[in-house]
């Protein structure tokens, strides 16, 4: 097998750590294939701290191994693929649990021009013991349903360990993370970057030697990776909807008591109202400072809306909206002290007006903060992300 960088097509990279049992055979198969394939290759093996001789005995198979001193699953992969020399990358467990000799299902889809080729075992075989009864029915496929929910991705195996890419899509992807949840980054930036996906069936075998997985904490970094990586469903959306809903009950119940089916809505629900208002604003200005640090610094790609938001938005516009609202809240408030003063100081009954007040003076003291700390994330590369000339 050549080593000439301009020669090799294909890359197989394995992270590998503590797996004397397994390794060896994982590289024998990917050698044959890439032999049977008549396919310039190289297999790399990724080597995370192995203790048991698992180097020596993938370069006694012909793997040219790398080292990586920083511990994780991300890590390890990270690390193999910056040093593979191939056009292609395909990227699997050193545990034995996949098959390389089906490497031929993963190559054929690239070289028709798709950028990413996951690995489906639910298209294809689970032998008995392999997969728990729990990651089969209920793990992988709901952490699957969730990812294909926020970003539509469109496959069946979001997890599955083995997968190929164009060198040029790993490229554009930037992958960064470093333990369990690169598995579920790889594919997010494939759609987020709107790369063509497509899937393929392999087979999954049981695991030779004690498996590493973590089902419950490894379970929750991928979900909370997917939630951290989709402002836009955690904080965006939820956050416009309670400040609409919120702002809506205020104004409606601002006159007096609504009647609805026989009951009553007072003041209690215009307090909710108010609450709603001002956490719903305050969530959504979330939303918009991850998304801006998301696309700054390369970790998303823009999208209609915030490229919408910033063409209109600055830091003049956000303090003359910020400035009515507040001012508008102090004059009410001032109002309402005059009334005060002309009763003598006796009783006074204006608690909606004082409560929608406060609403406009938090909101406007928000949006006015706000729209300095938005200019001061925009300052930099602000035309060139957002095309604002």
């Known amino acids: 097998m050549t080593q000439s960088s301009e020669e090799i097509q294909v890359s197989v990279v394995m992270p590998c750590l503590n797996e004397a049992d397994t390794i060896g055979q994982c590289v024998e198969k990917a050698m044959q294939a890439l032999q049977d394939l008549h396919v310039c290759g190289e297999v790399i093996v990724a080597d995370n701290g192995s203790t048991d001789g698992s180097p020596e005995i993938a370069m006694s198979k012909g793997a040219r191994v790398v080292y990586q001193p920083i511990r994780g699953y991300g890590s390890a992969y990270l690390k193999g693929i910056t040093e593979a020399r191939g056009k292609y990358i395909v ?6 649990t996949y098959d390389f000799q089906e ?3 993963f190559l054929e889809p690239l070289r028709q021009g798709y950028d990413l080729v996951m690995g489906s075992r639910f298209k294809g075989h689970i032998l008995p013991g392999a997969m728990p009864w729990s990651h089969r029915y209920i793990g992988n496929p709901m952490l699957t349903r969730i990812l294909n929910l926020l970003f539509h991705a469109g496959v069946s195996d979001a997890h599955c360990g083995i997968r190929a890419f164009r060198r040029s899509a790993y490229d554009r992807m930037r992958l960064q993370t470093t333990g369990m949840e690169f598995a579920s980054e790889i594919v997010i930036r494939a759609a987020q ?4 996906i497509t899937e393929v069936p392999v087979t999954y075998s049981p695991r030779v ?6 089902s419950i904490p490894d ?3 991928h979900l909370r990776f997917m939630l951290l990586y989709s402002p836009t469903y955690v904080l965006l959306l939820p956050g416009l909807l309670m400040w609409v809903l919120g702002m809506l009950i205020v104004t409606v119940l601002l006159p007096g008591p609504l009647p609805i089916g026989g009951h009553a809505y007072d003041v209690h629900f215009m307090v909710l109202g108010a609450s709603l208002a001002l956490l719903g604003f305050h969530v959504f200005s979330l939303g918009i400072y991850v998304r801006t640090y998301a696309v700054t610094e390369h970790f998303d790609e823009q999208d209609a809306f915030l490229t919408w938001f910033w063409r209109h938005f600055s830091l003049e516009k956000g303090l003359l909206v910020g400035g009515i609202s507040f001012l508008l809240g102090l004059a009410i408030d001032t109002y309402i002290l005059c009334l005060w003063i002309a009763r003598a100081f ?10 929608a007040a406060m609403v406009l003076l938090v909101l406007g003291a928000q949006i ?3 729209s300095f700390f938005l200019s001061m994330m925009g300052i930099r590369k602000t035309s ?3 095309n604002t000339d």
């Open 91 to 96: 990227i699997g467990d050193s545990d034995n």
């Open 103 to 105: 490497l031929g299902r």
């Open 193 to 196: 970057t709107r790369m063509r």
């Open 209 to 214: 030697g004690r498996s590493k997985l973590r």
């Open 219 to 221: 379970g929750w970094r």
């Open 346 to 355: 006796g009783p006074l009954y204006e608690f909606r007006t004082a409560l």
């Open 368 to 370: 006015i903060f706000s």
């Open 384 to 386: 060139e992300h957002w």
